[in-house]
């Protein structure tokens, strides 16, 4: 027989939450995405020397897919350059916007575990009108993106709504 503990915390146990501001979010798109297409999109990213913080995908019913880059400045300029350079390698068509952002990045124990726990970090933010622009939440770790100017307020929230370990 398995069992499973379901428990409420007034205040969320983490290890720790992490603002980093002034970051750039990178969308890549390209209409009726095909595998082979992808294929030589990762290709090429690969080929460049740019670190990013996160990524994620999704595609579309009409095979539009969407790529997401979280970046920051110097290695947007790097992608950038490479792009005029390459736009056109093998064929390859797709379109790029960037927008300004903050990164709120929380670690903590078995969120892919925890009921509910996007939840608790998406309500705070948004009883007090902060865009979230991007979210992703698997294992240890959870993604909020933010306007840039909306960053500190909404890592204050964060931190009345999960408790983190205090340094002596």
């Not at 093998?90 to 575990?113: A, C, K, M, N, V």
Request: charged share 15%; glycine share 6%; net charge negative.
């Amino acid at each position: 027989m398995e069992t499973i503990a379901i428990y409420w915390e007034k205040q969320v146990k983490i290890y720790g939450i992490l603002l980093k501001k002034g970051l750039n979010l990178l969308s890549l798109q390209v209409g009726e995405a095909s595998f082979h297409t992808w294929q030589l999109l990762l290709e090429n990213l690969k080929k460049m020397p740019v670190q990013f913080e996160h990524t994620s995908f999704f595609s579309t019913e009409k095979q539009a897919g969407h790529l997401y880059v979280i970046l920051e400045s110097g290695q947007l300029a790097i992608f950038q350059d490479h792009n005029n350079l390459n736009h056109d390698t093998q064929g390859l068509q797709f379109s790029f916007t960037t927008t300004r952002i903050d990164l709120i990045y929380l670690h903590g124990p078995h969120f892919q575990e925890r009921f509910g726990i996007l939840a608790r970090a998406v309500e705070p933010l948004l009883a007090n009108n902060i865009d979230l622009i991007l979210t992703g939440c698997a294992g240890n770790s959870m993604y909020l993106a933010v306007p840039t100017d909306q960053g500190e307020k909404s890592t204050a929230l964060l931190h009345e709504t999960f408790h983190t370990p205090r340094v002596a």
